[in-house]
């Protein structure tokens, strides 16, 4: 084999080039690999979480609107049979009456320093 044959040279060449550019290849892979696997993925999927949380306790608030909703007619009805049946309207219970709490109440529920 004669090293200065243009066909060896070639050949020579030709393998590191190929090699260099298998290198440059498994680089952008391997950083791409990376990126896919940091910060942004996390985010993402952190980003997911959040939002099925916020949807699990939008789908459970509405679950109790509903619930609560039923329990008043549910005590409406029962009144409105005992006041059919002849009971006194002064000896029933009076209806409860909802206070909202204040903003600043919750805040300091939330932080007590």
Do not use: C, H
Request: net charge neutral; glycine share 8%; hydrophobic share 40%.
């Amino acid at each position: 084999m004669n090293f200065t044959d243009p066909n060896f040279i070639g050949l020579v060449v030709a393998v590191i080039g190929v090699g260099g550019f298998g290198a440059f290849i498994r680089d952008i892979v391997d950083g791409l690999l990376k990126l896919r696997g940091g910060m942004s993925a996390r985010e993402t999927k952190r980003k997911v979480d959040i939002i099925q949380q916020r949807d699990e306790a939008l789908a459970r608030a509405d679950s109790e609107a509903d619930f609560r909703g039923q329990m008043t007619e549910y005590a409406q009805a029962l009144r409105v049979q005992l006041v059919s049946l002849g009971v006194p309207i002064d000896s029933l219970m009076p209806w409860p009456q909802r206070k909202e709490p204040s903003p600043s109440s919750k805040l300091r529920e939330q932080n007590p320093n």
